[in-house]
């Protein structure tokens, strides 16, 4: 059945979908720091990976971006990675309901709700190994690379303008750090969750990405098992639930499939055993994820039939 479901993504018209949703112009582009506020609203980029290792894709689909929350499910796939025990006691896996910055942490515990939020995320990324920041960024920083199957590097711009307008991200690490949580300082703790946002990509790094998660944590282009099969039903299972933020449910309903946005506009999602899929385009609607993004996972989802509560069952 997933082959046959693979069959049909490689087939798939992806120009003709692009074509029609190059036309959507709903949305904002983020401002949060300069760099993101001077990104292209019309690049538009749509990319496929596929079990052998292809990659189809169309548009702008090597334009370069920064992951930001796109970032999140892998770096929560590399503390689970290092330090699987502690993640689970540490950070919750509930989804928030509130924006992807609020200043919240679990009621009773103290913990971050869930890895895909801001506060789970910066706790997370310090339980990647590493004596000190540098060293963590640098372990996320193979880490990702791994996933991309290519070197990926850092726009310490981005990173740098992050750290200094990042005040509810600072609040949060505070927060944490009263409830005796986090343990690193704030700014190192700081320093590391933005360097990790600030990870560049292009659409088609994204697609190999998100099917290394779909094809059991093993990288389809170079053949590496980058993270263990439980590490990827743990990141799936709170991509699914809690990835799209509040848009979380609706999403899952029309959709159905695990993904993660970041505000620089890039979105990738897994069908498990099918394909990864990555899309690019900067507008966001006002929960914070990709407009043309979420409008090309709709469709690629309703006419590949790819909803995971919706796939043909096998008779034999
Ligand atoms: N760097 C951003 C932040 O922490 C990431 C947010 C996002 O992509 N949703 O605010």
Same mark, same amino acid.
């Given at each position: 059945?997933?082959?046959?479901?693979?069959?049909?993504?490689?087939?798939?018209?992806?120009?003709?979908?692009?074509?029609?949703?190059?036309?959507?112009?709903?949305?904002?582009?983020?401002?949060?720091?300069?760099?993101?506020?001077?990104?292209?609203?019309?690049?538009?980029?749509?990319?496929?990976?596929?079990?052998?290792?292809?990659?189809?894709?169309?548009?702008?689909?090597?334009?370069?971006?920064?992951?930001?929350?796109?970032?999140?499910?892998?770096?929560?796939?590399?503390?689970?990675?290092?330090?699987?025990?502690?993640?689970?006691?540490?950070?919750?896996?509930?989804?928030?309901?509130?924006?992807?910055?609020?200043?919240?942490?679990?009621?009773?515990?103290?913990?971050?709700?869930?890895?895909?939020?801001?506060?789970?995320?910066?706790?997370?990324?310090?339980?990647?190994?590493?004596?000190?920041?540098?060293?963590?960024?640098?372990?996320?920083?193979?880490?990702?690379?791994?996933?991309?199957?290519?070197?990926?590097?850092?726009?310490?711009?981005?990173?740098?303008?992050?750290?200094?307008?990042?005040?509810?991200?600072?609040?949060?690490?505070?927060?944490?750090?009263?409830?005796?949580?986090?343990?690193?300082?704030?700014?190192?703790?700081?320093?590391?969750?933005?360097?990790?946002?600030?990870?560049?990509?292009?659409?088609?790094?994204?697609?190999?990405?998100?099917?290394?998660?779909?094809?059991?944590?093993?990288? #389809?282009?170079? $053949?590496?098992?980058?993270?263990?099969?439980?590490?990827?039903?743990?990141?799936?299972?709170?991509?699914?639930?809690?990835?799209?933020?509040? $848009?979380?449910?609706?999403?899952?309903?029309?959709?159905?499939? #695990?993904?993660?946005?970041?505000?620089?506009?890039?979105?990738?999602?897994?069908?498990?055993?099918?394909?990864?899929?990555?899309?690019?385009?900067?507008?966001?609607?006002?929960?914070?994820?990709?407009?043309?993004?979420?409008?090309?996972?709709?469709?690629?989802?309703?006419?590949?039939?790819?909803?995971?509560?919706?796939?043909?069952?096998?008779?034999?």
């Amino acid at each position: 059945m997933t082959n046959t479901l693979a069959r049909a993504a490689a087939r798939y018209d992806l120009g003709a979908l692009h074509r029609e949703l190059v036309e959507e112009h709903g949305g904002e582009v983020d401002d949060s720091v300069p760099q993101l506020a001077e990104a292209d609203p019309n690049a538009f980029g749509i990319a496929l990976a596929l079990p052998d290792g292809d990659v189809r894709s169309v548009g702008n689909a090597r334009d370069e971006f920064s992951m930001q929350s796109a970032v999140k499910p892998f770096v929560y796939a590399l503390a689970l990675r290092d330090n699987y025990d502690a993640v689970h006691e540490e950070v919750g896996t509930e989804p928030t309901g509130e924006s992807f910055d609020a200043v919240l942490l679990e009621e009773d515990t103290g913990r971050p709700p869930n890895p895909m939020v801001n506060a789970g995320a910066i706790y997370t990324a310090n339980l990647v190994e590493g004596s000190d920041a540098r060293a963590k960024r640098e372990r996320i920083l193979v880490g990702l690379s791994a996933f991309a199957g290519r070197e990926l590097r850092v726009d310490e711009g981005v990173a740098e303008a992050e750290q200094e307008k990042g005040d509810r991200n600072r609040a949060l690490a505070y927060l944490m750090r009263s409830m005796g949580t986090l343990d690193p300082g704030v700014d190192e703790a700081l320093e590391v969750y933005a360097a990790a946002c600030a990870v560049l990509v292009d659409t088609e790094v994204l697609a190999v990405m998100g099917a290394t998660l779909a094809f059991g944590g093993r990288n #389809p282009r170079t $053949g590496e098992q980058v993270v263990s099969r439980r590490v990827v039903t743990d990141v799936l299972s709170v991509m699914a639930t809690c990835g799209m933020y509040d $848009g979380s449910g609706r999403w899952l309903r029309r959709v159905g499939l #695990p993904a993660k946005s970041g505000v620089a506009g890039g979105l990738v999602a897994s069908v498990q055993g099918v394909a990864g899929i990555g899309v690019y385009s900067p507008p966001l609607d006002p929960v914070g994820n990709s407009v043309r993004g979420v409008r090309v996972c709709e469709r690629l989802s309703a006419d590949l039939g790819l909803h995971v509560f919706d796939r043909e069952l096998d008779p034999s």
